[in-house]
């Protein structure tokens, strides 16, 4: 199963969702700007993330610089509730494949052809 985080502002986010539709791959959507994530949902990008926090926080967002967060000295609790109060700060859209259990983030085609290669092969 996939999943699209997303924000129905973010051109980004549109294109993938608009490239899951024309490659017919099945998929759900959540848009994180409407419906904060949950703790497990939060954990498990975190969990699927190569580089943890710093795969899906975007650290140059606007909160972040102005209210001068050093996301490096938050504790997993607080990263969580960051995350839930201010969802802009995550890099958008995030696409979790839970069967392979990882992640990629971002609208690059080509990085999203590799990431679904079996999907689009069937």
Do not use: W
């Not at 985080?5 to 051109?11: D, R, V």
């Amino acid at each position: 199963m996939k999943k699209i985080y997303f924000s129905s502002s973010c051109s980004s986010s549109r294109k993938t969702i608009k490239f899951f539709n024309e490659h017919n791959i099945s998929y759900t959507a959540k848009n994180i700007i409407k419906d904060s994530l949950t703790d497990q949902e939060i954990k498990t990008l975190l969990q699927f993330a190569p580089n943890g926090v710093n795969d899906i926080i975007a650290t140059k967002a606007k909160y972040i610089k102005t209210h001068a967060i050093n996301i490096e000295t938050l504790r997993l609790p607080e990263i969580y509730q960051l995350i839930k109060d201010e969802p802009r700060i995550l890099k958008r859209p995030i696409i979790v494949d839970f069967e392979k259990k990882k992640i990629q983030v971002g609208y690059n085609e080509d990085e999203i052809e590799i990431f679904l290669r079996s999907n689009l092969d069937d």
